[in-house]
């Protein structure tokens, strides 16, 4: 599985963004897929996740501000990305992992900035 995120940029507080992650391969739906983030300085970390069913997780700096879905039937993850903070200034990266297999994407880099 290869993984391709897109959607980044540079959005002023208050703003909205869509991050969009495109697997490449066969099962998709079968893979949990994680949108993680990492800030300069500072370690990487998970913002938010979708198993295979479609349950979801957030991390608490971000509930409420993104959303998290997927649409197996283009093999394609999304972050809903609203309310947007200077803190959420990041690179994005996508995983896809089952319990034998794990996948990261490149980041895709979003500022937010007035």
């Known amino acids: 599985v290869q993984l391709q995120a897109s959607g980044g940029g540079l959005v002023q507080p208050g703003g909205s963004l869509r991050l969009s992650c495109v697997a490449s391969?066969?099962?998709?739906?079968?893979?949990?897929i994680g949108w993680f983030r990492q800030a300069p300085g500072k370690e990487r970390e998970m913002v938010s996740c979708?198993?295979?069913?479609?349950?979801?997780g957030y991390a608490d700096s971000v509930k409420g501000r993104l959303t998290i879905s997927r649409d197996d039937a283009r093999n394609t993850a999304y972050l809903q990305m609203g309310s947007l903070k200077p803190e959420d200034t990041a690179v994005y990266y996508c995983n896809a992992w089952n319990m034998n297999n794990d996948y990261w994407g490149q980041g895709t880099q979003v500022t937010v900035s007035s």
């Open positions: 979708i198993s295979s069913s479609h349950s979801t």
């Open positions: 391969g066969s099962d998709f739906d079968y893979y949990a």
